[in-house]
């Protein structure tokens, strides 16, 4: 057996290693010198606000008005209040899947029943819309969109999403929960929000944050743009759970979203990353794997690792080799079965470059290992 490792190499994280900029970390400590440390407006500062607007308004081609716009402590919150907005006891949500691995939980918790959409087989791994139609009728409520995804890194292209929305609008009443967390971070392709389709704008609701492009996970602070009635229930939902979203996590929001450079991570670094990454993985036996379009993850498929074509034993359980590779070998990634795909694995590659080559060694040293076991 080989040397254990120690120093574990955490390929599982759910951020990219970006550093909080420092226009956010100096807005943060001059509106504690201030004082703007009580409670905030409900559904934020309007300050944020109007920041919020005008990025929606100049990167996304969506118009809000203030009344359609609220902030919350991260993006999942966001998603759990607007869901507990919409939701009525056993209403369908549809979540292509594989999935971010808080949908399903967040779903429930506000009342409603996840339906899943294998998207594995689709060209890309894009949802189609033969699928999406299979699944809507009158109880679905909403259907979440998640472009770039998280794990698959599949973008969405701006044909596909009408196509979507118009199959939407077709068979059910449901609104669309266009969660645009990753949108900095597109390889090929590029970033289009379906709200500002204006067919589509009455039912659509955008969901965003600062948790990933700037680095500042630990800030808490999401916001969603979206029709006036549904975004105000939201807003009274965060106001009975917490009041509003901490006042200093806001103005670190406003000082990042206001702030031109703020993003210090160019995306070219990352597609590098990624390229680094596919590379290394796919020379590998029995490992699947392709470059995603966008986002900070590969998604890869390990249902073969182990097992030579035509070797007559069944693939490995599911999430035996990501146990093996962090035991014995010191590398975490993410088990696939929390994504909706058990024999796949996620790993990130968004983070530094010594972490990110040293894991990418030992993964390739674990499924090495794996083939010589008997
Ligand atoms: N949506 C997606 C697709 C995510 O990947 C995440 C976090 O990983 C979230 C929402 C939640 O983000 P936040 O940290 O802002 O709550």
Redesign the pocket.
Known sequence: MSELHYDLMDLSV??PAIRTPRSASDAAISAILAGHTTYTPRRGIPELLAAIRFKFDRVNGVAFTEDEIFVGA????V?FCLLSAILKPGDEVVVPSPH?V?YPGLVRRAGGVPVFVDVRAEPDQVLGVAALAKVLGPRTRAVIL?TPS?PTGAVIPAARLRELGTCVRAHSDAYIIS?E??ETFVYEGEHTSIASMSEFAAATIV?N?V?KTYGM?GW?I?YAGGPADVIQHAVTIQAELSNCPSSIGQWAGWGAITDPEASTETVAVQRARRDRAVAALQGLPGVDVSPPSGGIYLFADLTHVGRDPGDPRAPLPPGEFVDFAEAVHGVRLGAGAKFGAPHHARLTFAIDDDVLDEGLTRISEAVAEVYRKP
């Open positions: 759910g951020a991260g993006a999942k919150h998603l971010y808080g998640n998280n969660d967390l990753y969901v944050g948790s996970t808490r999401g």
